[in-house]
T-cell receptor, first 114, second 116 residues
Framework: DTEVTQTPKHLVMGMTNKKSLKCEQH?????MYWYKQKAKKPPELMFV???????INESVPSRFSPECPNSSLLNLHLHALQPEDSALYLC?????????????FGPGTRLTVT | AQKVTQAQTEISVVEKEDVTLDCVYE???????LFWYKQPPSGELVFLIR??????QNEISGRYSWNFQKSTSSFNFTITASQVVDSAVYFC?????????????FGGGTRLMVKP
């Protein structure tokens, strides 16, 4: 089963709110990723976790805070976001963080910041 | 730095037509991996294929086929007898063989519209 789940599917939040996005996989994958995708653009990598440790942070603003509580779960905590942060946030996982492993993506959370 | 170019931003075909999506990549590395992903309107990226730089054998999977040519740095994707369900955005992506994690460089995507 190549399934990555994400909740919520849609989220509307104000600039002063705190919210969290959740991602889960039960494929035994040890690498998990957060991507941001704006309309009509390809996904942009934000964070990579390998064996529950943050291995890559693509210079993402601190208002985005990732967390990997265990090998199956990945969270993205949001605080004091800006309207330009409105986008589709995609989670992905792969067997390991090596380049030969394909990534499996979740359906995404469509975030609107008002 | 690596780069992936998908020159076709939008393609429109009528059902049952064949269609080829182009992908051209740039890298100085000799070991790399190429991918195709499909993104339907629902938003989820669906993995279609992975190719490593040492395997130039073309692949066929049902109505889908891929043509990898290192001489022209291209990894093109053909859908035979297209169907309405093939309507989606298709991304070609490249990753390098290093320890910096599985970082995909995506092309800009090609939006395919298959009309009945």
């Amino acid at each position: 089963d190549t399934e990555v789940t994400q909740t919520p599917k849609h989220l509307v939040m104000g600039m002063t709110n705190k919210k969290s996005l959740k991602c889960e996989q039960h494929m035994g994958h040890r690498a998990m990723y957060w991507y941001k995708q704006k309309a009509k653009k390809p996904p942009e990598l934000m964070f990579v976790y390998s064996y529950e440790k943050l291995s890559i942070n693509e210079s993402v603003p601190s208002r985005f805070s990732p967390e990997c509580p265990n090998s199956s779960l990945l969270n993205l905590h949001l605080h004091a976001l800006q309207p330009e942060d409105s986008a589709l946030y995609l989670c992905a996982s792969s067997l390991k963080a090596g380049t030969s492993y394909e990534q499996y993506f979740g359906p995404g959370t469509r975030l609107t910041v008002t | 730095a690596q780069k992936v170019t998908q020159a076709q931003t939008e393609i429109s075909v009528v059902e049952k037509e064949d269609v080829t999506l182009d992908c051209v990549y740039e890298t100085r590395d000799t070991t790399y991996y190429l991918f195709w992903y499909k993104q339907p309107p629902s938003g989820e990226l669906v993995f279609l294929i992975r190719r490593n730089s040492f395997d130039e054998q073309n692949e066929i999977s049902g109505r889908y086929s891929w043509n990898f040519q290192k001489s022209t740095s291209s990894f093109n994707f053909t859908i035979t007898a297209s169907q309405v369900v093939d309507s989606a955005v298709y991304f070609c992506a490249l990753s390098l063989d290093n320890n910096a994690g599985n970082m995909l460089t995506f092309g800009g995507g090609t939006r395919l519209m298959v009309k009945p």
